[in-house]
């Protein structure tokens, strides 16, 4: 059941800010009509200009969050400079958001090619047909180069591009927050502390 608060028991009991998130993302995917898995991923560039966009998480557990994308693409090159990056998930209908803020890691090439295995095949079609965030000269290239790779790839299995895989932010901070009234918010961070967690609330 989705309650109006962030309750004490939800921090208080539990020193496991992975078991919260995942109560609040099972929430959104009862609750949200699109995409409960949508989340902002900040990134900055070598120059030091912050950049953000919507990715989808695509996993998630102790050791961290998990979302791919072409290594090439300006996400891909920022995070590859700095492995670091960070996340806000907002919630909209249930008036919550989640901020996890941490190092980055590249997930193994086995968890890659299982997940990209997993995709549809247009997704995997597109993988190879895209050059993800650069100059496009029109909407015919693109289609040009799905054909192309659909033609290449008409019989068996498709191969992952090896400028595809995946990201995991191993976080620091996890910060939840719950809409309350009078903007008198409830908000609650875990700070990674040795092999646990230490909780705290903060003013809204």
């Known amino acids: 059941m989705v309650t109006n608060a962030l309750n004490e028991s939800d921090f208080t009991e539990s020193g496991d800010p992975f ?13 949200e009509p699109n995409d409960p898995n949508a989340t902002a991923l900040a990134t900055v560039d070598p120059h030091g ?31 590859l400079s700095s492995m670091k990056a960070a996340m806000c998930f907002h919630w909209k209908s249930l008036r919550r958001q989640v901020r996890v803020r941490g190092p980055v890691e590249e997930v193994s090439r086995e968890e890659a090619d299982a997940y990209y295995a997993s995709r549809p095949r247009g997704s995997r079609i597109g993988a190879w047909a895209s050059k993800q965030s650069r100059p496009l000269e ?5 289609e040009k180069a ?17 400028y ?13 927050w719950h809409d309350r009234p009078f903007r ?4 609650v961070v875990f700070k990674r502390s040795g092999k646990g967690w230490e909780k ?5």
């Open 49 to 79: 200009m912050p950049n953000v966009r919507m990715v989808l998480l695509k996993g998630f557990d102790e050791h961290g969050f998990v979302f791919y994308t072409n290594y090439e693409s300006a996400k891909g090159r920022e995070i």
């Open 200 to 204: 705290m609330r903060l003013y809204p």
């Open 184 to 187: 008198l918010h409830d908000r």
């Open 146 to 162: 799905v054909a192309e790779y659909t033609a290449k790839f008409a019989v068996g299995a498709i191969p992952r591009p090896d």
């Open 164 to 176: 595809w895989s995946g990201f995991r932010i191993v976080p620091e901070i996890i910060e939840f």
């Open 138 to 142: 029109s909407r015919f290239a693109l």
């Open 19 to 31: 078991r919260l998130f995942g109560a609040w993302l099972a929430d959104a995917e009862a609750a």
